[in-house]
């Protein structure tokens, strides 16, 4: 049983930066692949980032490269997600997954032009 809980979600202005946290509870986190989604009203939840156990293996979603960053601390059973050059197109609903059927509550992004 895993359970997560985002963190850092708020309201920025087009350009600046953001860092979400995934906390989560479960010894088997430090094992399991984890990955950000977002949602916005009306659409699918979109594949944002992922990152392996060791923090070694990461993949973003083609509109995101190069601007955010994913990252682990198995220390503190956290994942996170830093966000930069942001863009009112990031506005979302963000939420962190350990597949296939663990999902947080979501943290709200809001980026104004």
């Known amino acids: 049983q895993v359970q997560l809980v985002e963190s850092g979600g708020g309201l920025v202005q087009a350009g600046g930066s953001l860092r979400l946290s995934c906390a989560a509870s479960?010894?088997?986190?430090?094992?399991?692949?984890v990955n950000w989604f977002r949602q916005t009203p009306g659409k699918d939840r979109e594949f944002v980032a992922t990152?392996?156990?060791?923090?070694?293996?990461?993949q973003y979603a083609d509109s995101v490269k190069g601007r955010f960053t994913i990252s682990r601390d198995n220390a503190k059973n956290t994942v996170y997600l830093q966000m930069n050059s942001l863009k009112p197109e990031d506005t979302a609903v963000y939420y962190c997954n350990v597949p296939p059927t663990y999902w947080g509550q979501g943290t709200q992004v809001t980026v104004s032009s």
């Open positions: 479960g010894r088997t986190f430090r094992w399991s692949t």
């Open positions: 990152i392996g156990p060791s923090g070694s293996n990461t």
